[in-house]
């Protein structure tokens, strides 16, 4: 660590960027006591279970018979062996190692030689898998791994209402990918609420969408919650004139607003749209200090009155939404890995432009007031 540099309070110094020691602060003190965006409930539907790795911990999501979300520890109460891989998976929780199998509860019910575990067969709920509190609002759901802390409702805010109406007629998983990014976590979130690197980094894909207006004031951020943003960009008027001329064919959808939006959910979840017909939903998972694995899905929603050429129409927008976030995905990777390399080297703080670079200043107070409420300071 480099002692000369003069700390700035509520701003990230380039050391936590990179520090071993501060990747291991933040998976044991910041990401257990927030909610965690784990996943997406229609993905929990028809008896499937999801394994997931917040943080340091490996999770096993499913749906109890009253169709709420359940997060247990990924791990046997038997031998301890782990139950699943990261992903989907149909059908009951069933161990690997011995069959025992678990019910929506988490409580072991089959169990092989079940003469052999007395204790377990008299009382199996004393067995059940351990679990973590687990909440969802419309589609999405969250983990605290830390006992305590508050609702999800109160951690979220001003965001709650979003997610809940965004919700609204998601119908199913468009596309969806994993991948890393060798970028710090940080890096990565923070790349993604800024627009100033658009004309240096996307000038092959960005100029060539015309649906957003380009007036210079367009953008407006929402700062006024303490862990989340979101900014709102209008939409061009000529977009949402073809759109409001093809209603008749494409039809109607749950939740019609004439601008793109961003928002970020603290610390690890960003959800994108342009106009509700579909939501870009990101997971970020910090694998390293500098290695970062992105989780994206585009979610569709459900059209009332469409006809067939409606239909193919909105595939044919979404075939190419499909191929616009794959390119600046790529593009991303690629500057954030940049970044990453200077971090390392950097013997100052980062310089924040007033207006176009707000929201990455809000980020980097979050996380300090995060950092600071959980007795960690970053690094300096």
Known sequence: MNSSIESIPDRIPPQ?????????????????????????????????????????????????????????????????????????????????YH?????REGIP????????????????????????????????????????????????????????????????????????????????????????HVPAVHNRTFGQIDGMSQEEQAPVFFLDDPLHTHLEHTANPDWVARFTRLGTKIGQWPW????????LIFPNLTVTSFMGYSFHVQRFDPISASRTRVHSRTIGVGFSNSTEVGAKMMERIYSDSHDFTHKVFSEDGEICNKIQQGVQQATQYAVLGQGIEDRVAH??????????????????
């Open 16 to 96: 936590a960027y990179w520090l071993k020691e501060q990747h291991a602060q933040e998976l044991t003190n910041l990401f257990p006591q927030a909610w965690l965006f784990a996943g997406l409930m229609l993905e929990l539907q028809g008896k499937m279970h999801y394994g997931v790795r917040l943080g340091e911990t490996e999770l096993l999501l499913q749906a109890d018979t009253q169709g709420h979300p359940r997060a247990f520890l990924n791990v046997c109460s038997h031998r301890h062996a782990k139950l699943c891989e990261p992903g989907l998976h149909k059908g009951p929780i069933r161990c690997p």
């Open 99 to 103: 069959s025992w199998v678990f019910d």
């Open 109 to 196: 019910t089959g169990i092989p030689q079940k003469k052999s575990f007395p204790m377990v067969t008299a009382d199996p709920e004393r067995f059940r898998l351990k679990e973590f509190s687990c909440e969802a609002v419309g589609q999405f759901v969250f983990v605290r791994l830390s006992p305590q802390g508050p609702c999800l409702r109160e951690y979220l805010g001003n965001q709650y209402e979003f997610l809940e109406r965004a919700s609204s007629g998601m119908n199913g998983v468009l596309d969806e990918f994993q991948e890393d990014v060798t970028a710090n976590w940080k890096v990565v979130i923070e790349n993604s609420l800024e627009g100033y």
């Open 256 to 263: 019609r607003f004439e601008h793109y939006t961003h928002h």
């Open 363 to 380: 980020f980097q107070r979050a996380y300090c007031f995060a950092m600071k409420k959980n007795n960690m300071q970053p690094s300096n």
